[in-house]
């Protein structure tokens, strides 16, 4: 990248028949500048954040509230008269049930990632996301108020509705936030409130007793998410709305507006002003040339970053992450420890910590090096963890614990946290809540895929002990992808990321040193800044 420099400022004439952006301020391409220097965030940004991830926070809830063992038991729950303490949860309930309401809350989280684009792009992010708690309220009193499985079910669907619109919204709202320097750090904001959600969940149920004396002992913990949406709407004046979607709507002087409470006072954040009216200016008159804004994700120009958006997407299932979880009761067992609350502790937090270190230092390296070194990582654990599940012993057993610690670690700094921050970089901020809705999508697809087959593919009579060996296989083949397909965009444009992929000869090319033009609205001087 070019040494930052100072933002350049020229006044010149403006020509008659300058267009304008709505009688707003236009902008030029201009050859020549440097880029300019990273924006500060506020504290007003810090608050909207933290209120927006409660969105991820009922996500991590809803991903982890079922992972008490004693609630299901494939065989006990079959008896004629169940031991006391074991299948909790609608006693009686089959097999077939218990997969329904788990697959529920998957196919929720697909159809509302297909719906949140709708919404967002309509009345915004900041009501998208904050309306979305209602959603969830209303999930949580089906849960908690269910009296058979088929009900509790339909509360699971709702609250997966909730996830699918908050997960996509989530990623679009803090990617077009974020300083350009520090997407990633914004951006695994995500996984932190989502670890942080699974953690509290699973604390909770601490509190159960081994033998509960009432339903009312375990059930309150399905209505977790009631208060998650009622401050999810209480906490709404408090997000921002991003300036991105405001100028999308035209709303020019209500952006400016946010764009100064976002981000610390000083030059830069008029020259960045400059850089995104200039670049949303284009997005806009391009979305509306088109019929609509999938088919401008299917031409020519974005169809290669979409279809990499969708892969990254989905292979934050098909690594075999979740498949793990699966794997965790009977490792610590091996090992000697019984309390199975105390072994999804330690898994949740340790996908925290993991997460974390990628927060903190996810933006020092290129995005390309952590995908495909993470995946190099993910196969050598998978591999050894697969050996070790086909060949036990008492070293093996730990062993095996070293395999998806390490495996644990690879995914959060590869595609755990980068499979959705690579997937909206690669798409203009205007297509990004339409192209995010068909990834996520692909997500909740391949995790239902994953919940519904992966335990009867590892169960005896299938593949047994060598199941997770489908992962390393999956993981070899995206490493290639990665290799040949994926570019590198720590720190890039959209204009620039676009670049990559494609060349228009009819527009003037952005290179890495372009600057714009700013004509003011009465069309008498011009500002040149860098972008």
Same mark, same amino acid.
């Given at each position: 990248m070019k040494t930052t420099q100072s933002t350049q400022l020229v006044v010149t004439e403006a020509p008659p028949d300058v267009p304008t952006f709505l009688q707003e301020p236009c902008y030029h391409v201009?050859?020549?500048?440097?880029?300019?220097?990273?924006?500060?965030?506020?504290?007003?940004?810090?608050?909207s954040v933290a209120c927006a991830l409660l969105g991820a926070f009922h996500?991590?809830?809803?991903?982890?509230?079922?992972?008490?063992?004693?609630?299901?038991?494939?065989?006990l729950c079959q008896l004629p008269r169940i031991p006391h303490g074991q299948c909790l949860l609608f006693p009686g309930h089959s097999t077939a049930e218990w997969t329904m309401q788990s697959t529920a809350w998957a196919v929720g989280g697909g159809l509302g990632a297909l719906l949140s684009p709708f919404p967002a792009d309509r009345f915004g992010r900041k009501r998208t996301l904050s309306y979305n708690g209602v959603?969830?309220?209303?999930?949580?009193?089906?849960?908690?108020?269910?009296?058979?499985?088929?009900?509790?079910?339909?509360?699971?669907?709702?609250?997966?509705?909730?996830?699918?619109?908050?997960?996509?919204v989530l990623n679009n709202y803090l990617r077009e936030l974020a300083p350009i320097q520090r997407r990633m750090f914004y951006m695994t904001l995500v996984q932190i409130a989502l670890s942080v959600g699974t953690?509290?969940?699973?604390?909770?149920?601490?509190?159960?007793?081994?033998?509960?004396?009432?339903?009312?002992?375990f059930m309150p913990l399905f209505g977790g998410p009631v208060i998650i949406g009622v401050l999810q709407v209480a906490v709404m004046p408090c997000i921002l709305e991003s300036p991105m979607w405001l100028l999308h709507r035209r709303q020019v002087d209500q952006a400016h507006l946010v764009m100064n409470q976002l981000y610390l006072p000083g030059d830069d954040v008029d020259s960045h002003w400059s850089l995104l009216v200039a670049t949303m200016e284009r997005q806009t008159q391009e979305t509306e040339s088109s019929?609509?804004? +999938?088919? $401008?994700?299917? @031409? &020519?120009k974005y169809r290669k970053q979409f279809s990499i958006a969708v892969v990254l997407s989905t292979m934050q299932q098909l690594c075999g992450m979740?498949?793990?979880?699966?794997?965790?009761?009977?490792?610590?067992?091996?090992?000697?420890?019984?309390e199975l609350r105390l072994s999804s502790t330690i898994v949740n937090f340790g996908r925290f910590h993991d997460m974390y270190l990628g927060m903190k230092f996810g933006d020092r390296f290129?995005?390309?090096? +952590?995908? $495909?070194?993470? @995946? &190099?990582?993910?196969?050598?654990?998978?591999?050894?963890?697969?050996?070790?599940?086909?060949y036990p012993s008492a070293t093996n057993n730990w062993v095996q614990i070293t395999c998806m610690l390490a495996f644990v670690a690879s995914f959060c700094m590869s595609v755990g946290s980068l499979g959705w921050i690579v997937s909206t970089e690669l798409i203009p901020e205007v297509l990004g809540a339409s192209s995010g809705a068909i990834a996520t999508c692909c997500t909740w697809t391949a995790q239902f895929f994953i919940g519904v087959y992966f335990q009867q593919i590892s169960s005896v009579g299938h593949w047994g002990s060598q199941a997770f060996g489908i992962f390393p296989a999956v993981l070899v083949v995206f490493v290639?992808?990665?290799?040949?397909?994926?570019?590198?965009?720590?720190?890039?444009?959209t204009d620039q990321v676009t670049a990559m992929f494609y060349s228009d000869d009819d527009n003037q090319k952005q290179s890495d040193d372009d600057a714009f033009v700013y004509w003011t609205s009465d069309k008498e001087n011009c500002i040149l800044s860098s972008p």
């Amino acid at each position: 990248m070019k040494t930052t420099q100072s933002t350049q400022l020229v006044v010149t004439e403006a020509p008659p028949d300058v267009p304008t952006f709505l009688q707003e301020p236009c902008y030029h391409v201009v050859k020549g500048a440097s880029a300019i220097n990273a924006l500060v965030a506020s504290p007003l940004m810090h608050r909207s954040v933290a209120c927006a991830l409660l969105g991820a926070f009922h996500f991590g809830w809803m991903m982890a509230e079922m992972a008490y063992i004693p609630f299901h038991h494939p065989r006990l729950c079959q008896l004629p008269r169940i031991p006391h303490g074991q299948c909790l949860l609608f006693p009686g309930h089959s097999t077939a049930e218990w997969t329904m309401q788990s697959t529920a809350w998957a196919v929720g989280g697909g159809l509302g990632a297909l719906l949140s684009p709708f919404p967002a792009d309509r009345f915004g992010r900041k009501r998208t996301l904050s309306y979305n708690g209602v959603v969830m309220v209303a999930g949580g009193l089906v849960q908690l108020l269910a009296g058979d499985i088929y009900t509790f079910a339909m509360g699971r669907g709702l609250n997966g509705l909730a996830s699918g619109v908050a997960i996509n919204v989530l990623n679009n709202y803090l990617r077009e936030l974020a300083p350009i320097q520090r997407r990633m750090f914004y951006m695994t904001l995500v996984q932190i409130a989502l670890s942080v959600g699974t953690l509290v969940v699973t604390s909770f149920m601490y509190a159960i007793p081994d033998v509960p004396s009432s339903t009312w002992q375990f059930m309150p913990l399905f209505g977790g998410p009631v208060i998650i949406g009622v401050l999810q709407v209480a906490v709404m004046p408090c997000i921002l709305e991003s300036p991105m979607w405001l100028l999308h709507r035209r709303q020019v002087d209500q952006a400016h507006l946010v764009m100064n409470q976002l981000y610390l006072p000083g030059d830069d954040v008029d020259s960045h002003w400059s850089l995104l009216v200039a670049t949303m200016e284009r997005q806009t008159q391009e979305t509306e040339s088109s019929s609509s804004k +999938l088919s $401008l994700l299917v @031409s &020519a120009k974005y169809r290669k970053q979409f279809s990499i958006a969708v892969v990254l997407s989905t292979m934050q299932q098909l690594c075999g992450m979740n498949a793990l979880v699966v794997y965790g009761p009977t490792m610590f067992k091996a090992i000697g420890i019984h309390e199975l609350r105390l072994s999804s502790t330690i898994v949740n937090f340790g996908r925290f910590h993991d997460m974390y270190l990628g927060m903190k230092f996810g933006d020092r390296f290129n995005r390309r090096t +952590l995908l $495909l070194v993470g @995946s &190099a990582g993910m196969i050598v654990g998978s591999l050894g963890f697969t050996v070790c599940q086909t060949y036990p012993s008492a070293t093996n057993n730990w062993v095996q614990i070293t395999c998806m610690l390490a495996f644990v670690a690879s995914f959060c700094m590869s595609v755990g946290s980068l499979g959705w921050i690579v997937s909206t970089e690669l798409i203009p901020e205007v297509l990004g809540a339409s192209s995010g809705a068909i990834a996520t999508c692909c997500t909740w697809t391949a995790q239902f895929f994953i919940g519904v087959y992966f335990q009867q593919i590892s169960s005896v009579g299938h593949w047994g002990s060598q199941a997770f060996g489908i992962f390393p296989a999956v993981l070899v083949v995206f490493v290639l992808f990665v290799w040949i397909c994926v570019p590198d965009t720590r720190t890039q444009t959209t204009d620039q990321v676009t670049a990559m992929f494609y060349s228009d000869d009819d527009n003037q090319k952005q290179s890495d040193d372009d600057a714009f033009v700013y004509w003011t609205s009465d069309k008498e001087n011009c500002i040149l800044s860098s972008p």
